[in-house]
């Protein structure tokens, strides 16, 4: 309700002109709306019909960090290229290895005999079936002579004693170099005078003939 702002008559609230004096009336002022229209910054609620479980808004989970398992996977797979890699040359290695020729191996026995006795002191052979390194002191040389002369009687027996430590290193090298099914290779020096008679035999590392001790058959 409303009264005239001239004559005070009482008015209706959407009258303009008062009924009693007929003076001109304010209109009255319309209620603001207090509600707060809803903004894309805030999630909107959808109403639910009656007895359904009210939706709930959540956050999208932040991604998890993967860093460290790219890592890990990384370190996983160069470990398993280096294991091929190692298992790959190894299995090359032993193949190649066990399929050497009797001249191959031959060779190998002579760069070994060659660390140990020198270079062109001796001519070093392989028989596979016997599995047999032999070594024959080349004419000449200093080996030769000491052999002969041990054999012949003119020299002491005992001289070529500093050599048979050296036979027995070479024994003991050419184990790892040999073919997987014939690593204890006898390694045999001959005599100089009958290159069918031997002077030592070794064998990974131990002597298993001594012409000086033991009779030669």
Known sequence: MKYCTKCGHQLKDDQLFCTNCGAKQRPTAAVASTATPPTDKQPTRVPQPAGQPQTQFTQPAAPVASHGLRALLLVIGAVVVMALGVGGYYGYST?????LTEQEIADIGDGVAAKYLGSGNVSVYYDKSDNELTME????TRLYDRA????SGYGDLDSLSPYVGKFKKISTAMSPLMPTDLKDVRVEFMNPENTDRYLYITENGAVKYDFTVDDDD
């Open 95 to 99: 193949y190649k290895r066990n399929h």
């Open 137 to 140: 002191a080349k004419s000449g």
């Open 148 to 151: 002969e002369d041990s054999v």
